[in-house]
C-alpha cells in the first residue's frame, strides 16, 4: 500500500503492518488514526449478495462516453468492479441477474458464482476518484442514459431507479477458497433458485 499527501513522497506499507500506518495517518491528520477490521465480512453495499461486483469492460467505455473528461479508467475508479470481463458487449454483465425468485449462475475459470441483483450505486460514483469533488449533474445523467441504453435482457424487476450498475453475486460454498486468474473463460450456466 502506498500513501502520498497533497505534496509529500509516497509513503509504502506492508498491509499487514497495522502499527507504521497508523502512524502515518496520524501524524498526516494530526489526530490519532486506528485501523480495524471488520472480521466478519466488511462492509458491503448489499449484504445478502455481498460476492464479488461483476462489469463488463465494453460496459466501463460505454458509460464513461457518456460524460466529458472521463475515460473507462477514470469510470473503473468511480464504479469499483472487483471482476471486469472483457470480450464481450456492452451491458453484458445486465444477463448474470433474473427476477428477485432467481439468480443466475456463472463461471469463471474454476469457481461458479450466483448472480443477484444491479448492484445500487452510492454517491461514490458521482465524485472524482482523485479529488472528491462532486461531478455536476453526474447522477442526472448517468440514469437518464441508463434508462435509455437498458439492454432488453435486464431484468427490470430490479430498477425501482435507474443508478443502478455492475452486478452484485454470492459466492457458493463450493467456490470459497478457490482462485481466480486474468484470462479465466466466462460461462453463463443458467438460472438457480435465489439463494436469499
Do not use: K
Amino acid at each position: 500500500m502506498t500513501l502520498r499527501g497533497p505534496d509529500g513522497d509516497p509513503a509504502a506499507f506492508g498491509v499487514e503492518d497495522r502499527a507504521a500506518i497508523e502512524a502515518w495517518l496520524t501524524d498526516f491528520f494530526g489526530r490519532p488514526v486506528e485501523l480495524r477490521r471488520d472480521e466478519t465480512g466488511g462492509f458491503p453495499d448489499d449484504t445478502l449478495a455481498s460476492g464479488p461486483t461483476v462489469i463488463a469492460a465494453a460496459t466501463l467505455e460505454a458509460v464513461a462516453d457518456w460524460f466529458d473528461g472521463i475515460d473507462a479508467a477514470g469510470m473503473e475508479r468511480r464504479l469499483r468492479p472487483n471482476l471486469v470481463v472483457s470480450g464481450v458487449e456492452p451491458f453484458w454483465e445486465d444477463r448474470l441477474y433474473a427476477d428477485r425468485e432467481t439468480a443466475v449462475a456463472f463461471r469463471v475459470g474454476d469457481c461458479e458464482f450466483l448472480g443477484s441483483n444491479p448492484c445500487r450505486r452510492c454517491a461514490v460514483p458521482t465524485r472524482n476518484p482523485e479529488t472528491g469533488e462532486a461531478t455536476p449533474g453526474f447522477r442526472e445523467r448517468f440514469v437518464e442514459r441508463r434508462r435509455e441504453t437498458l439492454p432488453e435482457w435486464a431484468s427490470e424487476a430490479w430498477f425501482d431507479h435507474h443508478f443502478r450498475l455492475m452486478v452484485n453475486t454470492f459466492v457458493p460454498e463450493e467456490t470459497v477458497g478457490r482462485q481466480l486468474r486474468v484470462g479465466d473463460d466466462v460461462a453463463i450456466l443458467g438460472e438457480r433458485p435465489y439463494p436469499g
